[in-house]
């Protein structure tokens, strides 16, 4: 039997979930053939060269069962696999897969991974993929001997149900209609009113899309404050994200190309962010997820100043209630205030523009009933104060500071790990000249360790989920 393992990771040979894949070829039976297709290394060259992402298809056809190996970022599958999906569907490709099994292994550090399985079983089961729920790793699964021989013994499920043929249930599907031409009622427009409001058009359409164009175009008519528009198709360079966490030890992104440099400082000065995207099978288009991918830090955004957010998107939203939701997540993990969502589905263009002047009246509204204190400078002493508000983090209180930013939140990993996370944190934001304050830290985690080895801590408001 042949098994296809999909690498999404960019990183190589220090990715976790090639860890996995290793483990898994090394213990399998001897019947078991492994192939090996590194999509996240590749994926430029599969956008570019057709031949070599049919290569890619031709293995997945011939194949008996096909697992993904997923990095989740910002709560959905990583850049790689999204565009590598949407890939699959836009040159029809998806036909070739109907019918064969598929599971996927999901690794992250932090956060959950439901909406990422979810969107990746609802892409399977549009071509008729039999998808078997996937296996979700914990932060510590790589280290553990026993999240190890989970993996395993799941892995050795999955290829008993490929043999017998295990009849799956098919729950979700993603449409791939496309939207009427939109053609804009002409009415007046809106005078513009001179402000310190910085507005941020962010889009990724290469102008195939006429539809987006005239949707981003309306919106500026009706919107009363001047706007800047980022095409980030435009950009030259931009490096997937690779999960390093370097942004969380150094406060920057480790790839330093155009987003970094340019993009990055308008989105974190905004006080208003209008994503304009085409729907790209379910989702954003792949540009728009390789940005959101790179700014998942939650040391990136001061909760002090929420932002507004708007979402144009341009084809069928009759999967509406999943982008919602992800919507909603992301923003409670950015501290942001979403004013809502326009596609431009309707069969009446004249409706089309209402909602979008409706919309952008809306926001315009928020933006002068909402103070909004200036942006922090970027001293070390600011941003750490920055930080330690971001996080809900009182400066003389450890347990605090353990309750708060670890035993509250929705991911569900040993309570011990949790610590011995918090201890690595702290290490590396406090610089030499906080010694005593670090020491403190460090000594009230300590204490807690000790207590969770010898009894669990009582369970209530302070302690873990």
């Known amino acids: 039997?042949?098994?296809?393992?999909?690498?999404?990771?960019?990183?190589?040979?220090?990715s976790s979930s090639l860890y996995f894949a290793r483990r898994l070829m090394s213990t399998a039976d001897k019947s078991l053939r492994?192939?090996?297709l590194e999509v996240g290394k590749y994926i430029k060259v599969l956008a570019e060269n057709r031949d070599f992402f049919d290569s890619y298809l031709k293995a997945m056809q011939e194949s008996d069962a096909v697992i993904w190996l997923v990095p989740v970022r910002n709560l959905l599958p990583?850049?790689?696999?999204?565009?590598?999906?949407?890939?699959?569907?836009?040159r029809n490709a998806?036909?070739?897969?109907?019918?064969?099994?598929?599971?996927?292994?999901?690794?992250?550090?932090?956060?959950?991974?439901?909406?990422?399985?979810?969107?990746?079983?609802?892409?399977?089961?549009?071509?008729?993929?039999?998808?078997?729920?996937?296996?979700?790793?914990?932060p510590d699964a790589a280290i553990n001997e026993n999240g190890t021989d989970k993996w395993l013994r799941f892995a050795d499920a999955f290829f008993g149900k490929v043999r017998l043929r295990f009849p799956c249930e098919k729950f979700y599907s993603?449409?791939?209609?496309?939207?009427?031409?939109?053609?804009?009622?002409?009415?007046?427009?809106?005078?513009?009113k001179s402000t310190e409001k910085k507005i941020l058009i962010l889009t990724a359409g290469s102008g195939k899309n006429p539809n987006l164009k005239k949707m981003i175009d309306t919106w500026k008519r009706y919107f009363p404050y001047e706007t800047e528009t980022v095409n980030l198709s435009d950009l030259s360079l931009?490096?997937?994200?690779?999960?390093?966490?370097?942004?969380?030890?150094?406060?920057?992104?480790?790839?330093?190309?155009n987003i970094s440099k340019t993009v990055y400082p308008k989105y974190r000065d905004a006080?208003?962010?209008?994503?304009?995207?085409?729907?790209?099978?379910?989702?954003?288009?792949?540009?728009?997820?390789?940005?959101?991918?790179?700014?998942?830090?939650?040391?990136?955004?001061?909760?002090?100043?929420?932002?507004?957010?708007?979402?144009?998107?341009?084809?069928?939203?009759?999967?509406?209630?999943?982008?919602?939701?992800?919507?909603?997540?992301?923003?409670?993990?950015?501290?942001?205030?979403?004013?809502?969502?326009?596609?431009?589905?309707?069969?009446?263009?004249r409706q089309i523009t209402a909602n979008i002047a409706g919309l952008a009246k809306a926001t315009a509204g928020r933006l002068e009933s909402v103070h909004r204190p200036e942006p922090e400078s970027d001293s070390e002493a600011e941003f750490r104060k920055r930080f330690e508000r971001t996080l809900l983090l009182p400066p003389s209180k450890p347990f605090f500071l353990f309750?708060?930013?670890?035993?509250?939140?929705?991911?569900?990993?040993?309570?011990?790990?949790?610590?011995?996370?918090?201890?690595?944190?702290?290490?590396?934001?406090?610089?030499?000249?906080?010694?005593?304050?670090?020491?403190?830290y460090l000594q009230a985690l300590d204490h807690l360790l000790s207590k969770t080895e010898t009894k669990s801590l009582p369970r209530g408001k302070g302690s873990a989920r």
């Open 94 to 138: 998806g036909e070739r897969l109907e019918n064969k099994y598929t599971t996927a292994l999901f690794t992250s550090s932090f956060f959950s991974h439901r909406e990422a399985e979810e969107y990746l079983a609802a892409a399977c089961q549009t071509w008729d993929m039999n998808y078997i729920r996937g296996f979700h790793c914990r």
């Open 1 to 14: 039997m042949k098994i296809i393992l999909i690498e999404g990771s960019c990183r190589g040979q220090e």
């Open 403 to 440: 309750r708060n930013s670890v035993c509250l939140a929705p991911v569900r990993v040993p309570l011990k790990l949790k610590i011995q996370i918090l201890k690595i944190r702290i290490r590396s934001y406090f610089r030499k000249n906080e010694q005593e304050r670090k020491h403190l």
């Open 271 to 349: 006080d208003a962010v209008i994503f304009a995207s085409e729907i790209c099978f379910g989702l954003f288009e792949p540009q728009i997820k390789l940005f959101l991918d790179r700014i998942f830090i939650p040391a990136y955004f001061d909760r002090n100043r929420p932002k507004e957010t708007v979402y144009l998107f341009s084809g069928s939203l009759k999967n509406k209630f999943s982008l919602e939701k992800y919507i909603h997540h992301k923003s409670i993990l950015h501290g942001e205030r979403t004013v809502g969502i326009i596609g431009d589905d309707e069969k009446s263009a």
């Open 238 to 257: 931009c490096f997937p994200c690779s999960g390093c966490m370097n942004c969380f030890r150094d406060r920057k992104c480790s790839g330093n190309d």
């Open 34 to 36: 492994f192939e090996i």
């Open 174 to 192: 993603l449409s791939r209609e496309r939207s009427l031409p939109f053609k804009p009622v002409e009415t007046a427009s809106v005078p513009k």
């Open 78 to 90: 990583c850049y790689e696999i999204c565009h590598f999906l949407s890939l699959i569907d836009s």
